[in-house]
């Protein structure tokens, strides 16, 4: 645990991250002493293919988690956002009516 508390890290562009950062996250997700820590990582889904670091990454802690360790991975997938969804957004942002 992290200090008794939990900790959220959000690593976004993960399709531009190199072998040593992946190396991290894998440590980070598969050791027993970091209870209490979320990762959050964001890519852009159509700059990553099956046979990208990446894909071979979450392929393998999908293993590790069926098999040894005590994590979950949850993939959600979201589409683009449409002008009215980003007007909407920016419009709440802005404290617009």
Not at 8 to 36: K, N, P
Not at 39 to 60: N, P
Request: glycine share 6%; charged share 25%; net charge negative.
């Amino acid at each position: 645990s992290f200090l008794g508390k939990p900790l959220v890290v959000v690593l976004d562009d993960l399709q531009w991250a190199d072998m040593g950062s992946f190396e991290l996250i894998q440590l980070l997700l598969t050791d027993r002493e970091s209870s209490g820590l979320m990762i959050v990582g964001c890519y852009r889904s159509e700059e990553v293919d099956a046979a990208h670091i990446l894909s071979k990454m979450i392929r393998d802690l999908k293993e590790s988690a069926r098999s040894q360790h005590p994590f979950t991975i949850s993939e959600i997938l979201l589409g683009e956002l449409s002008l009215e969804n980003v007007n909407a957004i920016l419009m709440e942002l802005m404290s617009i009516d």
